[in-house]
């Protein structure tokens, strides 16, 4: 009977750096790579570049002063010889390499000064009779002091002494073609020499499916039930009254896109409910999110609740507030505006007015989520370009959410669990949240990170758009461009000319910006120029955008803080600069401030030589697609999810093993047994959940 082997508490610590706080964590610490060291290589058939295990005897060692000090010695197995050089050593390492000693070394072998060479390779004095290992040896991932050895030794142990029983019944692994999980696990750290090193390395073996089925499938089922538990929490039932929405949808100029409509059914149907929505509104840029929010925004106001409208940026707050007090005053509704930058009086103002419930409707930045703003009866708050904004900040909303619902409590954002303490007359209502963004996402994604949400989908333009042209120009084109530029506003058009991204330094980018836009005033000496940039004074960006919407302005020199939302349709044309450094999603947003109204649009990409393999791809990618969701599968092709979409990711922070650009089908199949299991097996649930995110709940509420 094997025991447990002690942990000492500076092992733990690092043990915990790792994830790993259970003995149980430890089997499910699984190995990066293998080492083959269950045969010999003779050395003569050693290639350069391999990793191999060789024996022989020392048939000469000395320490060389050339090119560095350094203890070399040349090992004979009769087929070849091979050197072996040490840059640090000490002396039992000169003991175990002297001359006539017989030796196992594993390394990867060079081109070296004398020869073929094997730098710090592992080194072991065998008898001509010791046993080679049995299985590969695991190479796993580790943190400064902790050792490969001791690793092994903690893990080899733990699948000694803990019970590694299937989490999952017999019958559901059979009916899915699933390995159980015990022999999967021993295989992974104990792979026999017959299984190839690469299958296990690139996680195609079946072992490897099962694990990663096992991952997905314990991601999935926590976020659906973090879905169904709103269900058990309250929130007022907005009924559509439609006094409001109807003489809204009267009054506009256009009438809703089929696609529009069955959102908004969606959302009007979630508001009628009373438990909290948690909706994700999903739609390609320019593709009419706003009037959707704002329908929504009047379901609420007709049942006498408050409402908040977010936008990341000031730019586009204020062209919402615009916006929005131009349908909804005819209403009756007087919109509020809040953002950072209001003098202290403006804003305490503001807040009365929001406090006392006297205004119905507050939009703004996230000031409007800062402590000190309490909302009389908040029904509903609309989050817009919601990937833009940090966790941090989500955190706040939630806790907002609380807040309103019972005033005394305060807002902590450091800690992130959503569900209230119950109170003695039970939990109190909390608002109903519409989250809005253009990232289009590919299915699979969208199923991963948002099973925890209800997804609408805008799947289709507004009619009457005539599509953009994008051209890709070199940079030493740019005159060419400058006299596109002249003709289109000579016509009446107005057009965007975009700064270069300097990710290095904002000072730089700024610079440029400002250099851009003397230049500009100065080749174009017959038009009105503009500027604005992230670091203009708030008052002084709404102004700029305010003039060149107006048709103040006819080039409007940017950096790329026009990136989001802005909306001015009769600018016709853009040219983006030093398009080679931006991203896909970057390109695709920026590209969609034109193209907004009859006009046709057209937007230039100048880029300069020499290009990166990966800015090639994506200049190919943006030139050949308008559609915003397969640049988003194209951009998953080639970055892979965890950087398409930034920092959420709650769904990605549980993964490790699965790869949600390869793994699509275990994870719609992950998918479909969870709720199956959630709805006909909770015990198995609360098991596989046990065993897999027991401490990682937190991640569930950001
Ligand atoms: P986004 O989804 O990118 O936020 P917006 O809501 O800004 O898009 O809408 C883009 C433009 O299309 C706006 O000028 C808006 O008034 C207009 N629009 C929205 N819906 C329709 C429609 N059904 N028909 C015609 N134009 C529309
Ligand atoms: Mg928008």
């Excluded at 959707?292 to 379901?299: D, F, I, P, R």
């Excluded at 800062?370 to 706040?396: T, Y």
Aim: aromatic share 4%; charged share 20%.
């Amino acid at each position: 009977m094997t025991t447990p082997l002690k942990i000492t508490p500076i092992t733990l610590a690092k043990l915990a750096k790792l994830g790993i706080t259970r003995r149980s964590d430890l089997v499910l610490h699984l190995p990066l790579r293998y080492e083959d060291e269950t045969h010999l290589s003779p050395i003569a058939t050693l290639q350069v570049g391999e990793s191999a295990q060789i024996q022989g005897v020392v048939a000469h060692a000395e320490v060389t002063h050339r090119p560095h000090r350094a203890l070399v010695c040349r090992l004979e197995d009769g087929s070849g010889e091979v050197f072996l050089r040490f840059l640090h050593f000490h002396a039992g390492i000169q003991q175990q390499l002297k001359v006539g000693k017989r030796v196992r070394a594993v390394g990867e072998v060079r081109e070296g000064f004398y020869g073929r060479e094997m730098v710090h390779p592992k080194c072991a004095n065998v008898e001509d009779d010791t046993p080679l290992q049995t299985s590969l040896t695991p190479v796993y991932p580790t943190t400064a002091g902790l050792s490969q050895t001791s690793l092994r030794k903690l893990i080899a142990n733990a699948l000694e002494v803990i019970p590694i029983t299937d989490t999952l019944p017999e019958s559901l692994c059979n009916r899915l073609n699933l390995q159980d999980f015990s022999s999967s696990i021993r295989l992974l750290h104990q792979p026999t020499p017959d299984i190839s090193a690469a299958s296990l390395v690139a996680h195609q073996h079946p072992a490897w499916q099962r694990i990663k089925f096992d991952e997905l499938l314990a991601q999935q089922i926590s976020m659906r039930i973090h879905h169904r538990e709103r269900r058990q929490r309250a929130a007022v039932a907005m009924l559509p009254r439609g006094t409001l929405t109807e003489a809204l949808l009267a009054a506009l100029p256009f009438s809703l896109t089929r696609a529009q409509q069955k959102v908004f059914s969606e959302i009007s149907h979630d508001l009628s409910l009373p438990h909290p929505m948690q909706r994700l509104l999903l739609g390609d840029v320019g593709s009419g999110k706003t009037i959707v929010a704002a329908l929504a925004a009047l379901q609420a106001i007709e049942n006498g609740y408050q409402v908040a409208l977010m936008s990341p940026t000031e730019i586009l707050a204020e062209q919402h507030f615009l916006k929005l007090s131009e349908w909804l005053t005819p209403l009756g509704i007087t919109p509020v505006w809040l953002s950072g930058s209001l003098k202290k009086s403006a804003k305490q103002r503001a807040t009365e007015l929001i406090a006392s419930g006297e205004t119905l409707l507050a939009i703004g930045t996230h000031a409007l989520f800062q402590k000190n703003v309490q909302f009389h009866k908040l029904g509903l708050a609309i989050v817009d370009e919601q990937h833009k904004f940090g966790v941090e900040q989500r955190l706040a909303l939630h806790a907002k959410g609380k807040s309103s619902a019972e005033a005394s409590l305060s807002v902590d954002i450091s800690t992130p669990t959503l569900t209230l303490p119950l109170q003695g007359g039970g939990k109190p209502p909390e608002p109903h949240q519409l989250m809005m963004s253009a990232t289009p996402i590919p299915r699979t994604l969208a199923m991963s990170f948002y099973a925890d949400l209800d997804v609408s989908v805008i799947d289709e333009l507004p009619p009457g758009r005539t599509p953009i042209v994008t051209k890709l120009v070199n940079d030493n084109r740019r005159a060419e461009v400058c006299e596109r530029v002249r003709a289109a506003c000579a016509k009446g058009q107005q057009a965007y000319w975009v700064c270069p991204l300097i990710e290095e330094s904002e000072t730089l980018e700024l610079q440029n910006a400002q250099e851009t836009f003397v230049n500009m005033q100065a080749t174009f000496p017959e038009l009105r120029v503009g500027l604005v940039h992230g670091r203009l004074d708030n008052a002084e960006k709404v102004r700029v955008m305010a003039a060149f919407k107006a048709g103040e302005l006819d080039l409007l020199v940017a950096t790329t803080v026009i990136e989001v939302g802005v909306d001015v349709p009769n600018a016709s044309l853009m040219v983006i600069e030093h398009a080679e450094r931006m991203g896909l999603a970057q390109l695709h947003q920026l590209r969609g401030r034109v193209g907004r109204g009859a006009a046709h649009s057209l937007c230039i990409l100048l880029f300069q030589p020499p290009l990166s393999e990966l800015a090639r791809a994506r200049l190919k990618i943006i030139f050949e697609h308008t559609d915003g969701f397969v640049i988003a599968q194209e951009d998953l092709q080639l970055r892979g999810p965890g950087e398409l979409l930034g920092a959420r990711q709650s769904g990605v922070a549980m993964l490790r093993f699965a790869d949600l650009n390869e793994d699509g089908e275990l994870l719609e199949l992950a998918r479909l047994v969870a709720d199956e299991l959630l709805r006909d097996d909770p015990d198995t649930c609360r098991k596989h959940l046990h065993r897999w995110i027991a401490h990682k709940h937190d991640f569930l509420h950001v």
